[in-house]
Every structure is written in structure tokens, then in C-alpha cells.
């Protein structure tokens, strides 16, 4: 795959997040989790992605799982300012 095929299969994780949690924009806007909220969400999804490649042939739970991971982490960077690599913004 591609990065460009990459970042679409994340952004449309991220798609899918945001209308499972609530389709309507406004009451999502105000849904908010900490740092340590999402880090709890990928320890558990990251445990998922361990367990489906462990029980299952092949890679596609894994990789389903990794897919979350990805759109959870950008959940969280949109949430929060977060710096560039090689940046500090002071927190």
C-alpha cells in the first residue's frame, strides 16, 4: 500500500469513530477524553490487535485493530496541540 492509500483507510477510520460515537457534529464537538483516556483505549485495542493475531490465520484482525489504533491516535492529536517532531510547546 501506499501512504497516500494509508492515510485514507485512517481517515476514513476516523469517519467511522466520530458518527459511532454520535453522528450529530455539535454534540460531538463537545465529547472530550484525556491524554491518559486515549493511551487506556490503545493499550486495550493494542491488546486486541495481539489477540486476533494470535486466534486468527493470518493478519486482517491485527491489522483491523491497528487500523482503530491509527484513528485513535489521531483523535487525540486533533484534540490536543500537539507539537511537531523535534517541537516543545511547553507542557
Known sequence: MTREEVYKLID???DYQDNVVD???K???IE???V???MIMLHHYL???DTGWNLY???SKALDNIRKIAGICVKCMEQY?????GEYNGD
Open 12 to 14: 476514513e477510520e476516523r
Open 23 to 25: 453522528p450529530d457534529p
Open 27 to 29: 454534540r460531538r464537538a
Open 32 to 34: 472530550t477524553h484525556s
Open 36 to 38: 491518559g483516556d486515549y
Open 47 to 49: 491488546h486486541m490487535a
Open 57 to 59: 490465520p493470518g493478519q
Open 81 to 85: 496541540d500537539t507539537s511537531a517532531r
